[in-house]
């Protein structure tokens, strides 16, 4: 992987995570209407992923898709506009945090129901083998939803018709306060894969080049038209399951302190910054004005999103089918 691909993923985490650590805040004064789930921790995931497709391919999001949409190339300022409620917000400020959508990206939507994108992108994988293209889509979704009945059926069609779809698993351990153990009668969940015939691999997510290696394969299979594939990520949610959550504020209700700190140590950022350091990859200072810049991007998002007006009254009747 040459030093120009590194940097790439590296940009995607670093917007991720600068984007997100400003959300938190604004959240946390109540500047923000609705829900707030962050992607903190699991940057690595998207970045790898996102970093393996062309522009002209699709990914459909969860309901933690903030960091989906911006390392599939999504821009700050509509991003941060939406979550301000603001006419000028990706959705015009009706879909808010949990449905940020941008079809010129391939960014088929963010959705809050748990598995409900999974067949989104088999729908987007079926559309292009039908068009006769090379374009593959993109599924991510949590551990949760690999218990859904959307998940099994999807896999199982994308199989059988040997659709280009990649399933990515971002396995945080946890569906919303539940530990997976609990709930999930197999361990891994790349091992669901052998029930449809197809690849199961089982990836470090907070080790972005290896996310992105596996990616990588998982889409030059899905070209080639030899079918889907199923990539779980083993990755850490660095924060509760939404903003503001007091069990999680509470000190470990029901995650450790032991774990909360290996989830600090397993920083994907980190991991992949020391890396470039201490390989000679990429300059200190490189990386420094790089941090600045997008800082900086992310401060002017916020202004643009606060000087944006509401939605009209009126548009309540718009974008709206019967």
């Known amino acids: ?73 999504g821009d700050f300022n509509r991003m941060m506009a939406e979550l301000f409620g603001k006419a000028t917000g990706y959705c015009k400020g009706k879909g808010g945090s949990m ?57 199982n069609l994308a199989a059988v018709m040997k659709l280009p779809v990649i399933f990515v698993c971002e396995n945080n351990r946890y569906g919303e306060f539940t530990p997976m153990e609990k709930v999930t009668a197999v361990r891994d969940i790349a091992v669901r894969a052998t029930g449809y015939g197809i690849p199961g691999v089982i990836v470090d997510g907070t080790d972005a080049l290896a996310v992105y290696d596996a990616a990588a394969a998982a889409v030059a299979r899905a070209r080639n038209g030899e079918g889907p594939t199923l990539i779980e990520a083993k990755t850490h949610r660095r924060g509760g399951h939404a903003e503001g959550e007091k069990a999680f504020l509470a000190g470990g209700v029901y995650r450790s302190q032991e774990e909360l700190a290996e989830a600090q140590l397993k920083d994907p950022l980190l991991i992949m910054h020391r890396r470039m350091v201490a390989m000679h990859l990429i300059a200190p200072d490189v990386l420094e004005e790089l941090d600045h810049r997008i800082t900086q991007a992310v401060a002017e998002a916020v202004a643009f999103a606060r000087r944006s007006p509401d939605p009209e009254p009126e548009a309540i009747y718009e974008d709206t089918w019967i």
């Open 1 to 73: 992987m040459d030093n120009d691909k590194i940097l790439d993923i590296y940009t995607r985490m670093l917007r991720i995570r600068r984007f997100e650590e400003q959300v938190g805040i604004l959240f946390a004064q109540g500047q923000l209407p609705g829900f707030v789930h962050l992607y903190i921790g699991e940057e690595a995931i998207a970045a790898g992923v996102c970093a393996a497709l062309r522009d002209d391919d699709y990914i459909v999001s969860t309901h933690r898709g903030h960091g989906h949409v911006i390392a599939k190339g």
């Open 99 to 155: 449905h940020i959508a941008d079809f010129s990206i391939g960014m088929l939507g963010a959705c809050g129901i748990v598995g409900g994108g999974i067949p989104l992108a088999v729908g987007a994988g079926l559309s292009a083998a039908y068009r006769g293209t090379d374009q593959v889509a993109v599924s991510f979704f949590g551990d949760g939803a690999s218990n859904e009945g959307s998940f099994h059926e999807s896999l």
